[in-house]
C-alpha cells in the first residue's frame, strides 16, 4: 500500500497530478444516465471534485481520504462551492462507522494501491454499505499479463473481477485513456 506520508507530502508540495479538478467524464455520463440520487461514497476523494459535482446533481455525498490535508482542501472547496458534503479523513479499507445504505460509490485510483489483504476488507466494506443494486464506478491501474510488481500499482483484469465476485457483477468494463487502466461498473447483488 502506498503511504499516506508519500499522499500527504505530494499534496503539501502541491504535486498531486492525480488529483486534475475535472470530474471524468465516465461519472458524468453515469449521472446523467437518468441514475435517480440517492446517498454516494467517493473511496478516496482526494479534494472533493467529484463529491462536489454529485452534490451539485442532488445526491447526499461522503468523502473519505485518509489523507488530512486532503480533507481539509475538500471541505474548503465545498464550502466556497455552496455544497453540502460530509468528508471524512479516513482507511477505505476500515469503513466501520458509516451507516449504510449507500446507493452509488466511487473510486477514481484508491482500490489498485491497497494491498491484497486490503482489497478484500474495501470489497466487504462496499458489500455492507452499498444498498441491493448500488452501483460501484471504479477506475483501476491495470497490469497487463506479462507485467508484475514494479513502483507503479496495477492489478490484472481477471483479479479485478475474482475480488468483486460473488458479491458484485461487473455491468461494464471500459478501457481508461492513456496508461493501462480500466473502468469497471459493478452493481451489489442481492445475495
Not at 46 to 64: E, M, R
Not at 66 to 93: H, L, S
Request: neutral net charge; aromatic residues 10%; hydrophobic residues 40%.
Amino acid at each position: 500500500m502506498i503511504s499516506r506520508l508519500f499522499f500527504g507530502l505530494r499534496y503539501w508540495l502541491g504535486n498531486a497530478p492525480w488529483d486534475t479538478g475535472i470530474t471524468p467524464p465516465e461519472l458524468v455520463e453515469l449521472v446523467e444516465s437518468g441514475l435517480r440520487p440517492g446517498r454516494a461514497l467517493d473511496l478516496g476523494c482526494g479534494t472533493g471534485t467529484n463529491c462536489i459535482y454529485l452534490a451539485k446533481h442532488g445526491w447526499q455525498v461522503t468523502g473519505v481520504d485518509f489523507v488530512p490535508m486532503a480533507i481539509r482542501y475538500a471541505r474548503r472547496k465545498a464550502m466556497a462551492a455552496a455544497t453540502q458534503v460530509e468528508f471524512r479523513v479516513g482507511d477505505v479499507t476500515d469503513l466501520s462507522d458509516l451507516t449504510p445504505p449507500f446507493h452509488l460509490a466511487l473510486d477514481i485510483g484508491c482500490f489498485h494501491s491497497l494491498t491484497r489483504a486490503g482489497h478484500k476488507a474495501y470489497v466487504q466494506n462496499l458489500a455492507n454499505l452499498l444498498a441491493p443494486d448500488g452501483l460501484a464506478l471504479l477506475y483501476v491501474f491495470i497490469q497487463e499479463p506479462q507485467q508484475s510488481g514494479g513502483l507503479v500499482p496495477g492489478l490484472h483484469r481477471e483479479e479485478v473481477s475474482e475480488l468483486f465476485d460473488p458479491s458484485f457483477r461487473c455491468l461494464k468494463e471500459e478501457q481508461g485513456k492513456g496508461r493501462p487502466s480500466a473502468w469497471y461498473t459493478f452493481q451489489r447483488t442481492n445475495g
